[in-house]
Every structure is written in C-alpha cells, then in structure tokens.
C-alpha cells in the first residue's frame, strides 16, 4: 500500500504501523515504551504523529497504516507535543547532573530525548513517593526514581519470559513496578533472565555489578554463549581486559532475538576466577600435575587412547561431547570415534 509521509509518498506492508513505516523511511520518532519483542501499548506518548483526518493525535507504534494516509512526524504540532510531553516526564525524572547518570549499561533514552528535542516550559516537581523495596538479589538492581513508568519491563517479564514476576503497583503518582508483597525476585517466579534490564529505557532496571562501574570505558565484544547448545549471542563488555558484564545484541539480529537466560546474562565470574585453568596438566611419573604445552597435552591424550585401543580393542573407548559445543565440533567428536578409533560408542550429553 501507498500513504504520504511527511510530505513524501512511501510504501507500507500489510499489518505494518506507522512507526515500523517511520523507521524503514530512517526517521527518528521517538519512543520509550515500544519494544520489538512485546506488544504495542502506547502509553508513554513519545511516538505520537499527525495524521490526517484524525482529531488528535495517535500513537505510532499502535496505529495502522492504511492505503492513502497522510502522516506528519515532524509538524509543529507534533513537536510542540513532544517538548511539553518531555517536560512533564522530567518534572517526574529529574536527570542527574554528574557524568554519570542514571543510564548504566542501557543508557538513558529519556535524556537523549530531551537533547534531541528540547522541552517546553519548567513544570514543577511531581511529588512520587515511589517505594524501594528490600532485595538481595545478586544481578539486578532497581531504582525507581529513575523509572518512568513505560511498563516495558513488565510486559517483557509477561509476554516473553511468561514469568510475571513483577508488576504495575500502587496508583497515581505512587505507582512504581512491584512484586508480590514487595518480596525480593528471589522469593517470586523471577528468573533472573536480565530481561527487564535489556529492555528498560532509562536504566532504571540495571546489574547490580555495573553500579559503580562507568560503562563508557567497556569495549563490547560480540561472542556466543557456551552454557548450552542453542547458540546465543551475546556481548562481553571488556574493561582492562576482563569481562565486567553481558548485554545482547538487537532484537531480530540474532538466533536468541536479544534474549537471554540467567547464566548467559550473569554467569562470568569463572572467566576471572583465581581457580580457573588456564594451562594443560599432565600427570607425570611423581603423581603430580605438572603444566604442560597444548602440544604435549595432545600428545599425552592421543598416546594414552592408542594405548587402550591397542590393549583392549576399539570398543574399550567411548566419546562424549557436549552440548555446550557446536555442531561442528560435536560431528568431529563422532567422526574421531568412528574413523579414526573404529568405535561406535559415543554419546553426546543432550541426547540423556
């Protein structure tokens, strides 16, 4: 279908909305409570556009396009909207002034909407008594004087993790994102996927390891996550050459569509840890492991499997692979049992 786009006539798919036509176009509408994953709803008003023929105007992410439409993004309407809609929030939200503002790890759309766009008048501070809630949990951190209420992460944890751990709560001014009787994630249905830090647009929902770190020293590294087989992406953010935390990447870029589980997200302590091997041990005569070169480890593994086979015949071995490996290197584990030890027997710990 054909609609007119500021000014402009472009080409829109059936079921598509306005703000899906919008970013194909490369126009910068605004958004803080739309997310590829969940759902439109429509709630924090950003997205708003002009279209013809309509009385008010209508939120983007949820609003159809139809043949023959008449949008404007950037009429003064529009933009006179957006700076009095920006001064509100931040009557609300009040930005901090260091370098270091409340935007660790997912940055701070809301500030950048602000520099993007301006405001209207200086409204007065809204009085929100929002609630801190006693939580021990290790990974995710909430401060909800920095929350602006767009619900994405309740959606997130709903519609995606189907987990419903957390919630709009309270009414008003008060209302803040709760849990069952303000108990900690750890004692709800909460599992700790990091989702709802993925998705939060002010940083609000944030790790609790990068609370004191400033993300704009990390360097991001694109990697895929070996906990299990399915291939996750994921990004290791590397300060001083040491993994400080995992994000993942956009949505509907790669196999996990952004998502991922608690250990991907969470689990990287080993990666530094003191105890961690980092060299190969062979056993020598003494009992002991003593360090040894990669090619003295293979060699000590191929001399010790020749060995068996020799003694014992070919079926005296057995193969396991993992599924934290690929299918690459599993097929190699099987083909080195079959071709090259001449035994059926192995197994790869995803089939038990």
Not at 32 to 41: F, H, K, N
Not at 324 to 347: D, I, M, P, W
Request: charged share 25%.
């Amino acid at each position: 279908m054909k609609l007119t786009l500021n000014g402009r006539q472009v080409e829109a798919r059936d079921g598509e909305t306005l703000l899906d036509v919008t970013r194909r176009e490369g126009l910068n509408v605004p958004t803080l409570c739309a997310e590829d994953r969940v759902d439109p709803m429509g709630s924090c008003r950003m997205c708003l556009v002009e279209v013809e023929g309509q009385r008010r105007l209508q939120p983007s992410c949820a609003w159809k396009a139809e043949e023959g439409q008449v949008v404007e993004t950037e009429s003064d309407r529009v933009k006179k909207h957006r700076q009095l809609l920006l001064s509100m929030y931040l009557a609300d939200h009040e930005l901090d002034d260091d370098d270091l503002p409340r935007e660790r790890g997912t940055g701070n759309k809301l500030r950048q909407h602000v520099l993007d766009h301006g405001t209207g008048p200086k409204l007065p501070a809204v009085e929100a008594p929002r609630l801190y809630r006693d939580d021990a949990n290790p990974y995710v951190h909430f401060e909800p004087e920095a929350c602006v209420l767009c619900n994405l992460c309740v959606r997130y944890c709903d519609e995606v993790e189907a987990v419903s751990a957390i919630t709009l709560a309270g009414r008003g001014a008060a209302t803040t994102i709760a849990t069952v009787e303000d108990k900690g994630l750890l004692d709800t249905t909460c599992e700790l996927c990091g989702g709802c830090i993925d998705v939060c647009p002010t940083g609000a929902m944030t790790e609790k390891a990068s609370l004191l770190s400033d993300f704009r020293t990390e360097t991001a590294v694109r990697s895929t996550c070996n906990f299990c087989g399915v291939g996750c992406q994921l990004n290791l953010h590397v300060r001083d050459d040491k993994v400080v935390r995992v994000t993942s990447p956009e949505p509907g870029t790669t196999v996990n569509d952004g998502n991922l589980c608690v250990k991907g997200r969470f689990a990287t302590e080993f990666i530094n840890h003191e105890d961690r091997l980092t060299t190969p041990l062979i056993r020598g005569a003494d009992g002991q492991l003593h360090e040894a070169t990669w090619d003295e480890a293979l060699d000590a593994v191929a001399k010790g499997l020749n060995g068996i086979r020799d003694r014992h015949g070919s079926d005296a071995l057995g193969f396991i692979s993992s599924s934290r490996c690929t299918g690459e290197e599993n097929y190699l584990v099987q083909k080195l049992s079959r071709a090259a030890f001449g035994t059926n027997n192995c197994h790869q710990c995803a089939a038990t």
